[in-house]
């Protein structure tokens, strides 16, 4: 199956900074999906990124926040913006698969706000 | 919306059996099962599709109702390796976006 190649894989960054994590798939797919997943929690849909269009926001994100990059139909960037605490967190990224249809997802980027 | 997913957690002996349910207020059109290990992504079991299907993965299978919108996953004759956090995510159409559940810790003892 295909596999998703996600960095970085941690980061401790400073408040008020950003941070740019990229995910790179080693087959081209239609949609790629951005999660985040706090530690002992399920997984929350952040946004859908499709080539060629803006990116879909899931209710309490913001493209200003989360800034979606899809320049091809095999990377995605999700930025995190003017970071607080709070977006302390487990980011992933995520396709679903053309041969069974199941979601894969990149090894997740842990990301703790100072 | 975030489909309701229960028990929270299960605690087994190996070779025991549970049950994880999944429900939904949607109409969906898949329900997915994941497993989660402590400090990686989730990777994913099955798909059942709308129709009322059930699946098997090993001496794991899953049902879906598509009249009450529910799923049940099938754990049988537990083993060590089956210990990790379950999750259901859900689907409204074929390609799109999954709602996942809360998840159902599993720990499996010798």
């Known amino acids: 199956s295909a596999v998703i190649s996600q960095k970085p894989s941690r980061d401790i960054c400073q408040r008020g900074t950003s941070l740019t994590i990229q995910c790179q798939v080693d087959s081209q797919v239609t949609m790629m999906f951005w999660y985040r997943q706090q530690p002992g929690q399920s997984l929350t849909l952040i946004a859908t990124?499709?080539?060629?269009?803006?990116?879909?926001?899931e209710s309490g994100f913001v493209i200003d926040k989360f800034p979606i990059s899809r320049p091809n139909l095999t990377f995605s960037t999700l930025t995190v913006s003017n970071m607080s605490p709070e977006d302390s967190s487990i980011y992933l990224c995520?396709?679903?698969?053309?041969?069974?249809?199941?979601?894969?997802f990149g090894q997740g980027t842990r990301l703790t706000v100072v | 919306q975030q489909p309701v997913q229960s028990p929270q957690a299960v605690i087994l002996r190996e070779g025991e059996d549970a049950v994880i349910n999944c429900s939904s207020s949607k109409a969906l059109y898949s329900v997915h099962w994941y497993r989660q290990k402590h400090g990686e992504a989730p990777v994913f079991l099955m798909i059942?599709?709308?129709?009322?299907e059930q699946k098997g993965h090993e001496k794991i299978s899953a049902s879906f109702n598509e009249k009450k919108q529910q799923s049940s996953l099938y754990l049988t004759a537990s083993q060590l390796s089956y210990s990790g956090t379950y999750f259901c995510?859900?689907?409204?159409?074929?390609?799109?976006?999954?709602?996942f559940g809360a998840g159902t810790q599993v720990v499996v003892t010798p």
């Open positions: 059942l599709l709308k129709g009322g």
């Open positions: 995510g859900t689907a409204t159409d074929s390609w799109g976006k999954l709602q």
């Open positions: 990124a499709n080539q060629g269009s803006e990116a879909t926001y």
């Open positions: 995520s396709s679903r698969s053309t041969k069974d249809w199941g979601a894969f």
